[in-house]
């Protein structure tokens, strides 16, 4: 027999469904729109919906800038910033949680104070150093200051300190090095944290804007973050093909939530774990 829900029960789907609508509305607004003539969306006079659906929007995108290499632009450059954070995330933070060494609790508050350090406020000395390297107008500029992530270090410090001490142990017996242990028992261990981090961090390279913004002026170095900037006109936006690239832009983001959807959600439920 199909379960009865009881009125708080009732109440409480009630407005969770309001609320989801409320955060999905703007993405909805978003498609429908990029389907919509440009004067139908400055106007107002075509509603909600569109009264003619019509793909010039995306035509345009595609037609009138190198919206293709923009897109592997920004996909090279999140997923070697995601790759590279994971591995560097679980290595200090198997360091810092399993061995011991002088000066752990000062480097480690030392890492943890960063993340309260706004970017602003070290972007001019970070583009300075870009621009002493030559690195100005080159991808390497937008992926070198994300390599590594206090954030994640921290995650994956916490993660690594549930492992039992003892299964590590049985592992050095067996002749195993630390990097191999990391890499065979750790990782596997830690697996939907690394998720969650992947995610999370594969979302703000990919949404990164002010960055690229100024170590990038090149138009065949841009990400697609930058597009939205390209395709508004000096007297009048095309507002059909800024929500066009817009949702080219979210398509990528929702394909690899799908596909790590369950290890994101257990990672987030195991980060209140200690």
Known sequence: MPRKFSLWEG???????VIACVMLLPYVWMV????????????????????????????????????????????????????????TSA?????????????????????LA????PFQVIMIPTYLITAELGLVNHLLAIILPNLVSSYGVFLAKQFIEEIP?????AARMDGSGEFRLMLRIVMPLILP????LGIFTFMNS????????????????????????????????????????AVLITIPVIIMFLIFQKQFIKGLAMTGMK
């Open 11 to 17: 109440f409480t789907i009630a407005v969770l469904a």
């Open 91 to 111: 290595l200090a933070g198997y360091v810092f949680a399993k061995h011991q060494f002088k000066g752990k609790k000062l480097l480690f508050i030392l890492i």
């Open 114 to 117: 960063t993340m309260m350090i």
């Open 206 to 245: 990919w949404n990164n804007y002010l960055w690229p913004l100024i170590v990038l002026n090149d138009e065949s170095k841009m990400t697609v973050p930058l597009a939205l900037v390209y395709f508004n006109g000096t007297h009048q936006v095309n507002y059909n093909v800024v929500m066009s690239a």
């Open 193 to 196: 944290m690394l998720s969650a």
């Open 32 to 87: 429908l729109s990029s389907l919509k003539s440009n004067m139908d969306i400055v106007s107002g006079s075509g509603g909600f919906f569109p009264s003619k659906p019509s793909l010039d929007g995306y035509r345009t995108v595609f037609s009138e800038a190198p919206f293709v290499t923009w897109l592997l632009n920004s996909l090279v450059t999140s997923v070697i910033i995601t790759v590279v954070t994971l591995f």
């Open 165 to 169: 001490q003892e299964l590590l142990e």
